[in-house]
């Protein structure tokens, strides 16, 4: 058995392990692959867009439908970059397949078999109605359940089913995006609004779950606490990572997550309209109380441009909290969790670096890059068109994550998981203590009667 089965098979009995680090884990370990592989499209879409030599767009479904045809938008141009995408992508993860020990042969075609239902994933997605509610993630899981679930997923197929390595890639490529230039934007006042309540709030579901409600799979319970207090899908990936949460845990949070994302999405704005919070409260609320960022966008705009810059703003400042939760979950779990609190069994430096998602590292090594070298190198739009080029590797990634989600989830797993109902319940009550506590966040220092208001003109 190879030492990170080891490593799984030890974690997955609550046994903490006594592996050590070694130089060859930084070109064996899936940790440290996703992150030279997030930093080579990384680089090479900076290059890209810096000097203008070449294009490095990838593949993108616009929204076809009310009006507008899938068929007008697939040309020349279309095809080259979804060949683009599987050929970057594609060899990529190959390489570092090969490099973890696993056969080309066996990967490459199961690649390519898993990339075509991503490209089923991404056209349904973007359908008009259907893009205007539902996100890419559940059409992935949707499509990965009704193959795992019917017909069954062949033997061929499965080399590819790697979630986490796709989830780790594109959590590195994100990192380049969060740019700490957000939090001098509003300043002290999305600080108070985004990281005090975000903590308070992942505290209590912790406590609500399992000692209130007494649900046994500390793993989930943490990552359905920050999808419901950071950024969903996002929040999902990280910390479902850093706890070492199943496969199951991550496909019933995210569906959680994005049913209630959806009726939030649409009923709040509504809500805050009826109430008069105004623009800059209500765009603060919603950018903290919304899992998703896209639907915060969505929600922020359907109150005004004041709402969505604040909405935007505060979600972004929040977004900032993924790697350091991730990172404060993986040593919680490793010294506390999975030691069973066991106070005679100490956990050395070591174990400790061990046990931390060295992905979380490249995270926050690429968002320093991006905050305080490409910007004040290259200039903010700059370094937005170079987002710009790596959104699209990093969804296609997530996509490749969610679908594989899918393909491994079975439905009597998932219904084990309820509980009686408790995960819905754990999320109801911490989404609305969420809202409740946001609130008064957002009332005490954007209401204008305890401090000036801030200017938001970006």
């Given amino acids: 058995m190879s030492s990170q089965r080891k490593a799984e098979a030890a974690t997955s009995e609550n046994i903490v392990t006594t592996e050590t680090s070694s130089l060859s884990d930084l070109w064996k370990k899936e940790d440290w692959l996703a992150v030279w592989i997030g930093f080579i499209i990384i680089a090479v879409g900076a290059v890209a867009v810096i000097t203008g030599a070449f294009d490095f767009n990838a593949a993108k479904f616009s929204t076809w439908g009310h009006g507008t045809s899938f068929f007008e938008q697939v040309n020349a141009g279309f095809f080259g970059k979804l060949i683009l ?61 009704l193959v795992s679930n019917t017909i069954g997923v062949p033997a061929w197929l499965k080399p590819a089913i ?24 509003f300043g002290l006042y999305g600080l108070g ?15 609500f779950g399992t000692r209130v409600l007494k649900i046994d799979n500390k793993s989930f319970v943490i990552t359905l606490a920050t999808a419901t207090s950071v950024c969903g899908t996002s929040a999902v990936i990280a910390v479902g990572a850093a706890s070492k949460a199943k496969k199951n845990d991550l496909s ?16 709040e704005p509504v809500l805050i309209r009826v109430t008069g919070l105004g623009e800059l409260m209500g765009g603060a609320l919603i950018g903290g109380t919304v899992d998703s960022t896209g639907a915060v966008t969505v929600a922020g705009t359907a109150l005004g441009e004041t709402a969505q810059t604040a909405a935007v703003l505060v979600k972004s400042i929040q977004n900032i909290l993924i790697g350091f939760i991730a990172f404060a979950v993986a040593v919680f779990f490793a010294t506390k969790v999975e030691n069973n609190g066991e106070s005679s069994r100490k956990i050395g430096v070591s174990e400790i670096w061990y046990r931390l998602p060295k992905f979380i590292l490249g995270f926050f090594a690429a968002s320093l890059i991006a905050s305080f070298i490409a910007v004040p190198a290259f200039g903010k739009e700059t370094v937005s068109s170079i987002n710009r080029v790596l959104d699209q590797y990093k969804n296609w990634a997530f996509v490749l994550a969610f679908t594989s989600i899918g393909l491994e989830t079975n439905f009597r797993e998932i219904k084990e998981q309820f509980q009686g109902g408790k995960p819905l319940t754990l999320y109801v009550v911490g989404q ?4 409740v506590l946001t609130f008064a966040a957002v009332y005490l220092l954007l209401s204008g009667k305890f401090f000036p208001l801030p200017n938001l003109a970006l």
């Fill in 193 to 207: 609004i985004a990281w005090i309540v975000t903590p308070i709030v992942i505290l209590f579901m912790w406590w």
């Fill in 162 to 185: 790697q979630t986490e390595f796709y989830i780790k890639v594109g959590l590195m490529i994100m990192g380049f995006s969060v740019l700490f230039s957000n939090i001098v934007n």
């Fill in 252 to 267: 019933l949070t995210v569906s959680i997550s994005i049913i209630f994302t959806v009726l939030m999405m649409v009923f």
């Fill in 85 to 145: 995408t599987v050929a970057v992508l594609g060899v990529l993860f190959t390489v570092g397949n090969h490099l973890k020990g696993l056969s080309v042969k066996k990967y490459l075609p199961a690649f390519l078999g898993l990339f075509l239902l991503a490209v089923l994933v991404r056209f349904i997605s973007a359908e008009y109605t259907l893009n205007r509610w539902l996100e890419w993630a559940f059409f992935a899981i949707l499509i990965g359940i």
């Fill in 432 to 435: 609305l203590f969420n809202i």
